[in-house]
Structures are given as C-alpha cells and as structure tokens.
Nanobody, 113 residues
Framework: VQLVESGGGLVQPGGSLRLSCGAS????????MSWSRQAPGKERELVAE????????NYADSVKGRFTISRDNVRNTVTLQMNSLKPEDTAVYYC???????WGQGTQVTVSS
C-alpha cells in the first residue's frame, strides 16, 4: 500500500493550495479517504473525508467553506483544495485510510507572510 501526498508549500494568508494524494496497492474505490493534519505541538486532527463514491463529504468546522475534498476513482487520487488559507492552517497534511490505518508520509503546508 502506498499513499503519496504532494502539493504542499509556503503560501501567504488568503492564498490557495491544492494537495493531491496518489494511492496504490489496494482497491481505492472501496475505501473512504481522509485528510488529516498535525500542527507543531498539537494533536493530529481530521480535516476532511470523502466516501467511496465521492458524493458524501465531511469537514472539520475550522475548514468548512474553505476546503474541498474530491476523489478520482479512475486515477486513484484524492485531492484537497484549500482556499482562504490562514496561518493556523500551517501543519503537516496527511492522506489516510481510516478504516485500515494506512497513512501517507505527509506534506508540509506553511501559511505565512
């Protein structure tokens, strides 16, 4: 099983980033996919998740209206579009399969002027 995140970086407050996660080694379309994040000194928190067919999503209150999760069951990818970024969104972002405990290596997102 491999989950490989990409798209992190440094962005100014109010800016946008698009994170992608490529999945392999399992039947992607059978699993709810999730994004989580961990800021320095804080516990890891669920950011967003999407069901197997892509028509059901769930977001942390802190990101509702700003982040959008989507998936492509042909390309085996899950994407997190992040808009109106704030300094408090700074964290390492992880793609994972909650049901199986499979995690990617994470990608750093830093929001700073």
């Amino acid at each position: 099983v491999q989950l490989v995140e990409s798209g992190g970086g440094l962005v100014q407050p109010g800016g946008s980033l698009r994170l992608s996660c490529g999945a392999s080694g399992f039947t992607f379309s059978l699993y709810t996919m999730s994004w989580s994040r961990q800021a320095p000194g804080k516990e890891r928190e669920l950011v967003a998740e999407i069901n197997t067919t892509g028509d059901g999503t769930n977001y942390a209150d802190s990101v509702k209206g700003r982040f959008t999760i989507s998936r492509d069951n042909v390309r085996n990818t899950v994407t997190l579009q992040m808009n109106s970024l704030k300094p408090e969104d700074t964290a390492v972002y992880y793609c994972y399969v909650r049901r199986k405990g499979w995690w990617g290596q994470g990608t750093q997102v830093t929001v700073s002027s």
